[in-house]
């Protein structure tokens, strides 16, 4: 695949200012205009910082990559000291995600071997980059005083041969390589979770995984202390270092049907508090997968390495393999015990424990989540439409944002650039000038139903084409952002577009939305970006679509529940726009 283009620095500037004429009013937005004609005007600083980006992506394959660690990959804000779960900096952001699939299980079949090689995947006709692939095992994220960092102890040859099971708040190493190099089978992997779970009945210990959902800086100042003791240290490298890590989490109490799929989201994301299976989190690790007593399971994962589209791959091969498992004979070696791992809590120790399980209780309270499942029609209805499912998708979430809030407000959506080596994200920026008059005009009753599915087609092909241009390597959110670490690293003063009240409007993402499609009936959910704001993920099947909407309770202004059922209706709406019912007068 090839690296990753640096857009022009004058089309990046014009589609920026696009981008805010429905966010402003017309004299703040000529007032922006002539700032960002300064900055791009000839022998400027934009040309300057152009010039210096454009030198760095000849020498790398991907320039964005070179600013690794000195931003958020969620918000683009520098120097993000994000948490998994919230990040308290300027925004509120989400690293961490999960898949909750409706379809429950009795038995997990863990396969841990890997040939090595992948069938390369493509979008659009295009080949997408696979680097992160082998990223997603035996890494982890690790704490520091000033940033984090993530490390990956996966090697083509020797690398980790074990996972790490945890239940009741108990750490295990589970060895799943035999000493020839050869996968457990499935038998003997759940010869050994019996074990394990033989081993961990009683929960009297301390939760020590809910340090890792504390706030970064702190929480590295608790693992530098923590690693003092050797024993800790064994048992945190252990962790770190395994292939994934396997959380079996005690049961839910089941309130109803209704709020099952929202109440086991929240499990999955945050482990429900202290008092519930928190403690049965390593935040930090990249992959966890979470299984209930209740057969219900999900995967969570840290967004400091991949996003959702190859975790999907990745849970699609999951359910596939558990179709038809490789029915292997076990050997009649005997196994060794599973490795229990222990932790020396020390007086400071324990005062970190107990701040971090107040903080998360905080937090997790603080956490609105609503899940559902919209059932009147697909992805297929909306293609027999000849328009794009996602867009669609789009345009409803606005509208049912503007029915709540009487305005509009600065959106993005998840653009992949996978197509560009070592590429991760882009955003795709809404609403649009189009979009803006469409949701004027819905719920007008002057307006004849032509002119707003005309409104509506072509709200839906201006986002379409923002996606297209970000797809390709030229949306503006990345690009600005390099202008932006590139002054701060030659250490000049900030550029008056980054310092303009418009810059932050537009990068106060109260909107933050992603489409993570996968072939299973799965939801994907993540938090707000901003304290104000709302985060609306969805998995378009062909005859429903799976939503899920979280928002912050400390904020009066915001409710999930009331943008998913206004979502709700708004999907309805669109649907009656192209399909309406008959309505007979009778007398």
């Known amino acids: 695949v090839p690296p990753q283009p640096v857009p022009p620095l004058l089309q990046t500037l014009q589609r920026y200012l696009t981008a805010l004429e429905p966010l402003l009013p017309p004299d703040e937005l000529q007032h922006t205009r002539k700032i960002v ?13 152009q010039r210096e980006l454009i030198k760095r992506a000849k020498h790398s394959h991907n ?31 989400v690293s961490l995600f999960f898949f909750l699939f409706p379809t429950r299980m009795s038995s997990l079949s863990l396969s841990c071997s890997c040939s090595g090689k992948l069938a390369l995947e493509y979008m659009r006709g295009q080949p997408l980059c696979m680097e992160l692939f082998p990223q997603l095992f035996s890494s982890c994220r690790i704490p520091g005083p000033k940033h984090d960092h993530v490390v990956h102890y ?64 702190t929480w590295g100042q608790a693992y530098t202390r923590l690693l003092r003791d050797k024993i800790n240290k064994e048992s945190v490298r252990l962790i770190e270092k395994s292939i994934f890590t396997l959380c079996l989490d005690s049961p839910v109490m089941r309130i109803s049907d209704e709020k099952y ?52 791959t990745l849970l699609d091969h999951v359910l596939e393999y558990c179709k038809k498992p490789d029915r292997v004979r076990a050997p009649l070696i005997p196994l060794p015990m599973p490795k229990k791992l222990y932790f020396y809590i020390n007086s400071e120790i ?92 819905f719920d007008d009753d002057a307006v004849s139903r032509e002119a707003k599915v005309q409104l509506l087609r072509e709200a839906v092909d201006a986002y379409s084409i923002l996606t297209e241009q970000s797809l390709m390597g030229q949306g503006i959110d990345r690009h600005l952002l390099g202008l932006k670490l590139q002054a701060i690293e030659e250490g000049l003063s900030l550029p008056r577009i980054f310092m303009d009240t418009a810059y932050g409007l537009a990068t106060h993402w109260k909107l933050r939305t992603g489409q993570v499609p996968t072939n299973t009936d799965s939801v994907m959910c993540f938090g707000p970006l901003a304290p104000d704001g709302y985060a609306v993920c969805y998995n378009p099947q062909p005859d429903h679509v799976h939503f899920s909407v979280t928002a912050f309770n400390c904020c009066e202004e915001t409710n999930a529940e009331k943008l998913a059922l206004t979502l709700e209706r708004s999907l309805r709406d669109l649907q009656e726009l192209f399909q309406p019912t008959v309505k007979l007068l009778v007398s």
């Open 37 to 49: 004609q300064k900055f791009g005007c000839p022998g400027g600083q934009g040309e300057k910082l």
């Open 154 to 217: 996966g090697r083509p040859r020797r690398g980790p041969a074990h996972i790490t099971v945890v239940r009741n708040y108990q750490f295990f190493q589970l060895d799943v390589y035999n000493s020839d190099g050869t996968p457990l089978t499935e038998s003997q992997i759940h010869a050994q979770l019996l074990r394990i779970r033989s081993q961990s009945w009683k929960t009297d210990k301390q939760p020590m995984g809910i340090l890792t959902s504390e706030h970064r800086h």
């Open 350 to 441: 324990k005062w970190d424990l107990e701040m971090a399980k107040q903080n998360l209780d905080i937090l997790i309270n603080d956490l609105d989540i609503k899940c559902f499942n919209f059932q009147r029609f697909g992805k297929e209805f909306v293609k027999q439409l000849k328009l794009s499912p996602n867009s669609f998708i789009q345009v409803a979430i606005q509208l049912a944002y503007y029915r709540v809030h009487s305005e509009v407000c600065a959106a993005c959506d998840i653009a992949s650039l996978r197509m560009f080596r070592g590429g991760r994200t882009d955003y795709i920026r809404s609403p649009t000038n189009q979009m803006l008059s469409f949701i004027w005009a």
């Open 63 to 93: 320039w964005v990559r070179i600013y690794r660690g000195t931003f958020c990959w969620q918000c683009l804000k520098q120097k993000c000291h994000n948490r998994p779960g919230w990040c308290v900096c300027v925004c509120v952001c």
């Open 261 to 312: 799929s929202s109440r086991m989201a929240a499990q999955i994301l945050h482990g429900g508090g202290t008092f519930s299976n928190s403690g049965n989190r390593w935040f930090d690790k990249t992959l966890q997968f979470v299984v209930g007593e209740d057969g219900s399971w999900g995967l969570l994962y840290e967004h400091a390495t991949a996003e959702g589209p190859p975790i999907s």
